[in-house]
């Protein structure tokens, strides 16, 4: 068996595609989507990562905003700007980038974030009603990884599911919207024992711990979905560096029936996710004040 390999940047195109007909529409019924990002400190990464985004929102027809603070910016003057997009009408997405400096609780000021303005739906209130089966703002990568396993056409519901990798951002909420799929989900983590017979009994096996060549061919039932959301930069022995997931793609690709890669899996579809949650967020707006 060869695996049929889950094209990301060719699904996140289309959902731009998608996202960019719906914003055009809203602009000519004179409403706009307007995204704000908040980033605290100056670092290469960050501002590189901004102007990405700022160049993904531009190419849809979202006006974005950074609203940059200095490093040694307290909680309180963080939280204070994020309250004050909170109740500025004409922002209708709110996001804080991550990692802060030293000091700062992102759990606490993602908390301060209006949840209906939460584009990355990481306000704790957004997780929970994810929990209740009332999904407002699904975080990205979660949203990213169901997306891509609805293309496959293969049903969710009493399928095997196993998530290795518990985290707040990914492992988690994967578990929690696969649950609300109907799936039998298991979730793994650093404390699980025998990773290797929990993976074994997956249908759909989707892999967030950012640790390469996590799982191998001995982990993979044959026929199974695997989902990589690892993203790791490995050293190469000419000294270059290489994009890979938690996944070995050459060993999966062998007993899996759909496998996403890494690059051009999860994270193109996670940006457009980040699109298409802004989208939401304006919607949900526009349609508590009647618009």
């Given at each position: 068996m060869v695996a049929k390999i889950l094209d990301g940047n060719a699904m996140a195109e289309q959902a731009k595609g998608e996202v960019r007909e719906q914003v055009a529409r809203h602009k000519a019924q004179g409403r706009k989507v307007h995204l704000t990002a908040v980033l605290v400190g100056s670092t290469g990464a960050g501002e590189l990562y901004a102007r990405r985004q700022a160049d993904a929102c531009a190419a849809v027809g979202i006006e974005y905003h950074l609203t940059s603070l200095p490093s040694d910016a307290s909680a309180?003057?963080?939280e204070a700007v994020i309250r004050k997009l909170n109740t500025d009408t004409s922002v209708t997405g709110v996001m804080l980038h991550l990692p802060l400096p030293g000091g700062l609780d992102a759990t606490q000021l993602q908390y301060a974030i209006d949840p209906v303005k939460d584009v990355e739906g990481v306000n704790p209130a957004n997780i929970g009603y994810v929990v209740y089966g009332h999904t407002l703002i699904a975080p990205c990568t979660a949203r990213a990884v169901l997306e891509m396993l609805a293309t496959t056409g293969v049903p969710l519901r009493g399928a095997e599911a196993v998530?290795?990798?518990?985290?707040?951002?990914?492992?988690?909420?994967?578990a929690l919207l696969l649950t609300e799929q109907m799936a039998t989900v298991t979730l793994c983590h650093i404390a699980t024992r025998d990773l290797i017979a929990h993976c074994q009994r997956a249908d759909v096996l989707v892999v967030a711990v950012g640790k390469p060549g996590l799982i191998g061919a001995a982990h993979i039932r044959t026929g199974a979905i695997v989902i990589d959301v690892g993203?790791?930069?490995v050293k190469q022995a000419d000294g270059t560096h290489k994009t890979v997931g938690d996944v070995d793609f050459d060993a999966a690709?062998?007993?899996?029936?759909?496998?996403?890669?890494?690059p051009g899996g999860?994270?193109?579809?996670?940006v457009a996710m980040l699109l298409?949650?802004?989208?939401?967020?304006a919607e949900l707006l526009w349609k508590q004040a009647g618009k």
């Amino acid at each position: 068996m060869v695996a049929k390999i889950l094209d990301g940047n060719a699904m996140a195109e289309q959902a731009k595609g998608e996202v960019r007909e719906q914003v055009a529409r809203h602009k000519a019924q004179g409403r706009k989507v307007h995204l704000t990002a908040v980033l605290v400190g100056s670092t290469g990464a960050g501002e590189l990562y901004a102007r990405r985004q700022a160049d993904a929102c531009a190419a849809v027809g979202i006006e974005y905003h950074l609203t940059s603070l200095p490093s040694d910016a307290s909680a309180a003057a963080v939280e204070a700007v994020i309250r004050k997009l909170n109740t500025d009408t004409s922002v209708t997405g709110v996001m804080l980038h991550l990692p802060l400096p030293g000091g700062l609780d992102a759990t606490q000021l993602q908390y301060a974030i209006d949840p209906v303005k939460d584009v990355e739906g990481v306000n704790p209130a957004n997780i929970g009603y994810v929990v209740y089966g009332h999904t407002l703002i699904a975080p990205c990568t979660a949203r990213a990884v169901l997306e891509m396993l609805a293309t496959t056409g293969v049903p969710l519901r009493g399928a095997e599911a196993v998530v290795v990798g518990a985290s707040e951002i990914a492992g988690k909420p994967i578990a929690l919207l696969l649950t609300e799929q109907m799936a039998t989900v298991t979730l793994c983590h650093i404390a699980t024992r025998d990773l290797i017979a929990h993976c074994q009994r997956a249908d759909v096996l989707v892999v967030a711990v950012g640790k390469p060549g996590l799982i191998g061919a001995a982990h993979i039932r044959t026929g199974a979905i695997v989902i990589d959301v690892g993203i790791n930069r490995v050293k190469q022995a000419d000294g270059t560096h290489k994009t890979v997931g938690d996944v070995d793609f050459d060993a999966a690709r062998e007993k899996a029936a759909y496998l996403s890669p890494v690059p051009g899996g999860v994270g193109p579809m996670t940006v457009a996710m980040l699109l298409k949650n802004t989208l939401r967020s304006a919607e949900l707006l526009w349609k508590q004040a009647g618009k």
